[in-house]
């Protein structure tokens, strides 16, 4: 079993910044991708970014050139840098850890922009 611990979330203004971390312990595999999805109310849980241990990245085109998606191996844990945020970020984040078809989530964590 993976267990995933996040933190960083909270409420911000529109154009500020948050930085989020995600710790992963118990048995951990050296081939993985650790991510990010949303979900925002009455929206379905979308992919935000993504990187593999062999350092491969993905986006959601919605938050190229603002969020920076970077994972410390030797820590096990991913982090989501978000700059520029805008209202429409607004929404829980998960941490996601995948091994071959196998999927891990976190508790989430609630990220509010807001004037």
């Known amino acids: 079993q993976v267990q995933l611990v996040e933190s960083g979330g909270g409420l911000v203004q529109p154009g500020g910044s948050l930085r989020l971390s995600c710790a992963a312990s118990?048995?951990?595999?050296?081939?993985?991708?650790m991510g990010w999805y949303r979900q925002a109310p009455g929206k379905q849980r979308e992919l935000v970014a993504s990187?593999?241990?062999?350092?491969?990245?993905s986006y959601a085109d919605s938050v190229k050139d603002r969020f920076t998606i970077s994972r410390d191996n030797a820590k096990n844990t991913v982090y989501l840098q978000m700059n520029s945020l805008k209202p429409e970020d607004t929404a829980v984040y998960y941490c996601?850890?995948?091994?071959?078809?196998?999927?891990?989530w976190g508790q989430g964590t609630q990220v509010t922009v807001s004037s």
């Open positions: 990187i593999s241990s062999g350092g491969t990245i």
């Open positions: 118990g048995i951990i595999f050296s081939i993985n991708t």
């Open positions: 996601n850890y995948k091994v071959s078809m196998t999927n891990y």
